[in-house]
């Protein structure tokens, strides 16, 4: 697959590295909007970029900015045209023009991660089974929380509340940026927040 070619200033470089050696990150989403989605994710209470899903097509683009304007893009979650349902997508810094993972998401909130060359790493899922289970019985009256797990290492915890108006994502890193890349765990963030709730075997 080929992807926009992008010659990022070193300002925009200084700017995404700083926002993935934050400690904590919080997105934010309006539930009702008719047509995609679109995230902010926080820092400190500050909008640090903004996330783009278009039209409700599952397989949509999702793209990360680092402006409310969408003129700066860093990165992005593909899925080739050709696969039906759910199926990997490519992850992408749209800085560099490189593919830097794939996550896959295979059962109704569980994905695995991928490095570049297609070796698995690392997974995402819901903390307990018990506790899943709870949630659905009370339509997630229950915060969900997954962990993010890289060669068998806990290293991030996402914590999801949802209510009728406002879904919220809390990502909070268990090591530092130099231990995995960030951009996945922010990639993997992104993915569960567009795409949660969504059944694997919608086509």
């Not at 309006?30 to 783009?52: D, Y």
Request: charged share 25%; hydrophobic share 45%.
């Amino acid at each position: 697959m080929n992807y926009p070619p992008l010659v990022p200033s070193p300002r925009d470089e200084a700017q995404f590295a700083a926002i993935l050696n934050a400690s904590e990150l919080l997105l934010k989403k309006q539930v009702i909007r008719l047509l995609g989605k679109k995230l902010r994710i926080l820092e400190r209470g500050n909008v640090v970029l903004t996330v783009e899903q278009e039209g409700l097509m599952i397989k949509a683009p999702i793209r990360v900015f680092l402006d409310e304007a969408q003129t700066r893009p860093v990165l992005g979650a593909f899925t080739p045209p050709q696969v039906i349902g759910y199926q990997p997508h490519d992850i992408v810094d749209l800085m560099s023009n490189q593919k830097i993972g794939v996550i896959h998401k295979v059962g109704n909130d569980d994905f695995r991660i991928y490095d570049a060359w297609g070796r698995e790493i690392g997974e995402l899922r819901e903390d307990s089974l018990l506790l899943s289970i709870m949630r659905k019985v009370l339509f997630n009256l229950i915060p969900q929380k997954y962990d993010l797990k890289i060669a068998g290492k806990k290293v991030a915890r996402y914590s999801q509340n949802w209510n009728p108006l406002t879904y919220r994502l809390t990502v909070r890193y268990l090591v530092p940026a130099s231990q995995f890349d960030r951009r996945l765990g922010l990639a993997a963030a992104v993915m569960l927040a567009c795409l949660e709730g969504r059944e694997t075997s919608v086509g």
